[in-house]
T-cell receptor, first 114, second 112 residues
Framework: AQKVTQAQTEISVVEKEDVTLDCVYETRDTTYYLFWYKQPPSGELVFLIRRNSFDEQNEISGRYSWNFQKSTSSFNFTITASQVVDSAVYFC???????????FGTGTSLTVIP | SQTIHQWPATLVQPVGSPLSLECTVEGTSNPNLYWYRQAAGRGLQLLFYSVGIGQISSEVPQNLSASRPQDRQFILSSKKLLLSDSGFYLCAASSGAVETQYFGPGTRLLVL
């Protein structure tokens, strides 16, 4: 069975603080892909990153970074020096090589206070 | 890159009325297409997906149906709306089952 857990329902931080959004996944497949999406108040889901299960190298893109650890089945997302524009709901998702659908977590609502 | 269009953006319908939501995709051929619903509470529920014209898979039994009359057109329909059909409907497209899904702007449906 596939499952994605985002235990943090809501997070509030003050602008310029760093924040980490947690994502824990479950799958029995050895080949799978993990994703992060951002959903701003407008509603459209914006793709942030895709990572395959064989690439555990951490990724950095500007203020965003991702930490993939197969040993703990986690794919955490860190925003450095948060800004008000980062306020959104963030979703983690999983799809395995044998599947045909994405499994989304329930999302983490991030509020950055100016 | 692909672009996903959805309309209408918002819709208010009475209970028992029909529904038709449309999704079209630009910039890719033979995409996988998906309909999701997002009710209050933020979770995304996969309703239907399609890997080709006329091929529809349903994930959740309900009074909704989907059709794919053309390669890049995906339609969500209902003959009689229920109050529980209210929500935010998102269309997504990908080039394959494990590839990135790109989402449209969504349709907010309120059934009264």
């Amino acid at each position: 069975a596939q499952k994605v857990t985002q235990a943090q329902t809501e997070i509030s931080v003050v602008e310029k603080e760093d924040v980490t959004l947690d994502c824990v996944y479950e799958t029995r497949d050895t080949t799978y892909y993990l994703f992060w999406y951002k959903q701003p108040p407008s509603g459209e889901l914006v793709f942030l990153i895709r990572r395959n299960s064989f690439d555990e190298q951490n990724e950095i893109s500007g203020r965003y970074s991702w930490n993939f650890q197969k040993s703990t089945s986690s794919f955490n997302f860190t925003i450095t020096a948060s800004q008000v524009v980062d306020s959104a709901v963030y979703f983690c998702a999983l799809v395995s090589n044998t599947g045909n659908q994405f499994y989304f977590g329930t999302g983490t609502s991030l509020t950055v206070i100016p | 890159s692909q672009t996903i269009h959805q309309w209408p953006a918002t819709l208010v319908q009475p209970v028992g009325s029909p529904l038709s939501l449309e999704c079209t995709v630009e910039g890719t051929s033979n995409p996988n297409l998906y309909w999701y619903r997002q009710a209050a509470g933020r979770g995304l529920q996969l309703l239907f997906y399609s890997v080709g014209i006329g091929q529809i898979s349903s994930e959740v039994p309900q009074n909704l149906s989907a059709s794919r009359p053309q390669d890049r057109q995906f339609i969500l329909s209902s003959k009689k709306l229920l109050l529980s059909d209210s929500g935010f409907y998102l269309c997504a497209a990908s080039s394959g089952a494990v590839e990135t899904q790109y989402f449209g702007p969504g349709t907010r449906l309120l059934v009264l």
